[in-house]
């Protein structure tokens, strides 16, 4: 079965530095992954996604990702973390009709 | 555009009354479907669309229904609310062609509290 683990709730970091939420998958066949985030009071909004190819993805507002089949992994990433990057991020799984979601990790950036 | 929109922004309902979710999107996109948020849980799949008169089940689809009448809207119908159907539910709409690969839009949500 289909699966995807956000294993931090919480991720803190200052601002300027550089910030890592982490995600790994457990899908059977080619794994189809995407980023998104959620402002407050907001929808969610594509930031990137991995379908083929180079392993490092860039994205939206300076994000990129690292996809790592061996430790089955989809690390988003950024150099240099921004106030404004602070909201609920949610790394998903596409599988024929059904996106399959993490539980979310809340992302803090503290000026 | 305005892309996907969902009405009401809120809702307050009394368990075992019924009431629609409304969505609509201006993209042309054949695939749209409904996922409900939970604290803790991510989103999960309702229902789902791809194309006109064309539904099937998701995860969590008890307590639900959905109908394709058009292209441009996909209305979600709770049929006796229950307290357990409190959450904020969100439509969403991708491109058919290609659609493993291509991300979904989403509407801004719903809020439902059902007392």
């Known amino acids: 079965a289909q699966s995807v683990a956000q294993p931090e709730d919480q991720v803190n970091v200052a601002e300027g530095n550089p910030l890592t939420v982490k995600c790994t998958y457990s899908?059977?066949?080619?794994?189809?992954l995407f980023w998104y985030v959620q402002y407050p009071n907001r929808g969610l909004q594509f930031l990137l996604k991995?379908?083929?190819?180079?392993?490092l993805v860039k994205g939206s507002y300076g994000f990129e990702a690292e996809f790592n089949k061996s430790q089955t992994s989809f690390h988003l990433k950024k150099p240099s973390a921004l106030v404004s990057d602070s909201a609920l991020y949610f790394c998903?799984?596409?599988?024929?009709?059904?996106?399959?979601f993490g539980t979310g990790t809340r992302l803090t950036v503290i000026p | 555009n305005a892309g996907v929109t969902q009405t009401p922004k809120f809702q307050v309902l009394k368990t075992g009354q019924s009431m629609t979710l409304q969505c609509a999107q201006d993209?042309?996109?054949?695939?749209m479907s409904w996922y409900r948020q939970d604290p803790g849980m991510g989103l999960r799949l309702i229902h789902y669309?791809?194309?006109?008169?064309?539904?099937d089940q998701g995860e969590v689809p008890n307590g639900y229904n959905v109908s394709r009448s058009t292209t441009e809207d996909f209305p979600l119908r709770l049929l006796s609310a229950a307290p357990s159907q409190t959450s904020v539910y969100f439509c969403?709409?991708?491109?058919?062609?290609?659609?493993?690969?291509?991300?979904?839009?989403f509407g801004p949500g719903t809020r439902l509290t059902v007392l």
């Open positions: 993209m042309n996109h054949e695939y």
């Open positions: 998903a799984v596409s599988v024929a009709n059904n996106l399959f």
């Open positions: 991995y379908i083929t190819g180079d392993n």
């Open positions: 669309s791809v194309g006109a008169g064309i539904t």
């Open positions: 899908v059977s066949g080619n794994p189809y």
């Open positions: 969403a709409s991708r491109p058919r062609t290609g659609s493993v690969y291509n991300e979904q839009f």
